[in-house]
Nanobody, 121 residues
Framework: QVQLVESGGDLVQPGESLRLSCAAS????????MVWYRQAPGKQRELVAA???????NYADSVKGRFTISRDNAKNTVYLQMNSLKPEDTAIYYC???????????????WGQGTQVTVSS
């Protein structure tokens, strides 16, 4: 069994910062890509930032220069540092990862339960 658990969501004012964490636990052999998505009310889920096991990153244009994705491989954890937050960043943020479980030869897609980020004055 594998679980992804996000944390760090909060209510903040515009211009402030937050750091989200997503910890993967369970019978994990390898993690390939780790990704942050978000979904605002009435909108489709969108990719925010992605990080491969090789260190390549990809960001949505709307967050480039403000958000940074990073990971701690020893802890199977991915982070999203969010600076200069704007009201339009308000959404539920979800963690997604491609994980190979111990004893298997394929990577499966896992999702966390989401963490709420609200940016409002």
């Amino acid at each position: 069994q594998v679980q992804l658990v996000e944390s760090g969501g909060d209510l903040v004012q515009p211009g402030e910062s937050l750091r989200l964490s997503c910890a993967a636990s369970g019978s994990i052999f390898s993690i390939k890509r780790m990704v942050w998505y978000r979904q605002a009310p009435g909108k489709q889920r969108e990719l925010v930032a992605a990080l491969t096991s090789g260190g390549s990153t990809n960001y949505a244009d709307s967050v480039k220069g403000r958000f940074t994705i990073s990971r701690d491989n020893a802890k199977n954890t991915v982070y999203l540092q969010m600076n200069s937050l704007k009201p339009e960043d308000t959404a539920i943020y979800y963690c997604n990862a491609d994980i190979q479980r111990v004893g298997t030869f394929r990577f499966d897609d896992y999702w966390g339960q989401g963490t709420q980020v609200t940016v409002s004055s």
